[in-house]
Nanobody
Framework: QVHLVESGGGVVQAGNSLRLSCVGS????????MAWFRQAPGKEREFVAA????????KYADSVKGRFIISRDNDKHTLYLRMDNLSPNDTDVYYC???????????????????WGQGTQVTVSS
């Protein structure tokens, strides 16, 4: 079983930054790619960013490209999402997630993931 715990969400004004963290436990953290998704009430869960197991490869949704950076520290079993130049459109609950198997590169669809954190709320005011 994999346990994921996010933190770092909050309320910020547009144009400001936040860094989300996700601490994982329960298996070899460095063996699996991971991702961040986000979801607003009544909407589908949306891909934000993904990173390979060693951090060499990343992928971003077009809506966050150039503003968000995904990274990981395998020694600390922690996944990060640095979010800059936030806008009200980024207001969502953010989830970190891990798959149950080791893909060559982590997928960008939520159905491919088995383990999810509880989510952390990000609210951006205009």
């Amino acid at each position: 079983q994999v346990h994921l715990v996010e933190s770092g969400g909050g309320v910020v004004q547009a144009g400001n930054s936040l860094r989300l963290s996700c601490v994982g436990s329960g298996r070899v953290f460095s063996s699996y790619g991971m991702a961040w998704f986000r979801q607003a009430p009544g909407k589908e869960r949306e891909f934000v960013a993904a990173i390979s197991s060693r951090g060499a490869t990343t992928k971003y949704a077009d809506s966050v490209k150039g503003r968000f950076i995904i990274s990981r520290d395998n020694d600390k079993h922690t996944l990060y999402l640095r979010m800059d130049n936030l806008s009200p459109n980024d207001t969502d609950v953010y989830y970190c997630t891990a798959p149950s198997k080791a893909y060559i590169f982590p997928p960008t669809v939520p159905t491919a993931y088995e383990f999810w954190g509880q989510g952390t709320q990000v609210t951006v005011s205009s």
